[in-house]
């Protein structure tokens, strides 16, 4: 079969992530999914099933339901798509241990997605989790948002 | 001209980076280096010439110069090779306004490098500093190493 995995993964990303359609993630996911390098995440290093994984996205949406990855380069090598995002996120929910703020973050990363034939297998990632901490604290130090 | 970027990265990692060859580096970069993300970076969203990279280099070296990048995985696509890697130091110099610990720090990343030709133009990349600055805090606040 022939497959183009670059489109496969922004449709993975616009459609699960982005619209939050936790249901559409087994359309696109191997039957195990294993988190290989994820400082800072509590799945870092597990091995989940479809269910884990839709619990895992359910938990990571919660602070931010309207989240929006824009996708900057995706560069396919043997059996992986490597992407570079950057996010965005209005913090409506508790984040990190800081109450909701109404304000919106910004955030960018780099994440090795594997797939095995059209299905993703899992990711090796890295995301600039100290800047969204310097916005949490600032927000948090800040002036309550009006309204 | 046949060649393999990811054998010359290899070896500008290693030269470099890795054994501290600031001279080296002219072999491996282009004219106008452009670090076109790297947040926390002093030198995000600047276009360095050599002499001005040679500076980075070992501003970045100062603080830890045994520092050793080691490659996990390598993508070649299109006019970039991705790298993602872990990052072992000695801190014996001042980081980030931490004073000298002697201790050993671990950092990953993942790194867009831009070639032109047989050249580096520049990179794109997240690092883990929130890790780092997690192990200087807690260091900060441990007994001082013996010795």
Redesign the interface.
């Known amino acids: 079969m022939t497959m183009n995995r670059k489109e496969l993964l922004t449709r993975f990303i616009q459609e699960v992530w982005n619209e939050g359609n936790v249901e559409a993630a087994g359309r696109y996911l191997a039957p195990r999914y294993t988190v290989r390098?994820d400082?800072?995440d509590p799945w870092h290093g597990k091995v989940l099933d479809l269910t884990e994984y839709k619990e895992r996205l359910r938990r990571a949406l919660a602070p931010c339901p309207d989240q929006h990855f824009e996708l900057?380069?995706l560069?396919?090598?043997?059996n992986?798509v490597?992407a570079?995002w950057f996010w965005t996120a209005t913090h409506t929910g508790e984040l990190a241990g800081f109450p909701p703020s109404g304000r919106t973050l910004h955030m960018?990363?780099?994440?090795?997605y594997d797939f095995d034939g059209d299905r993703i297998t899992g990711h090796?990632?890295?995301?600039?989790?100290?800047?969204v901490?310097q916005q949490l604290r600032q927000t948090a130090s800040a002036e309550p948002v009006a309204g």
Chains 1, 2 share one sequence.
């Open positions: 390098h400082p800072g900057k380069e560069f396919a090598d043997s992986a490597v570079t960018s990363g780099a994440t090795v090796w990632q890295i995301i600039d989790r100290l800047g901490f």
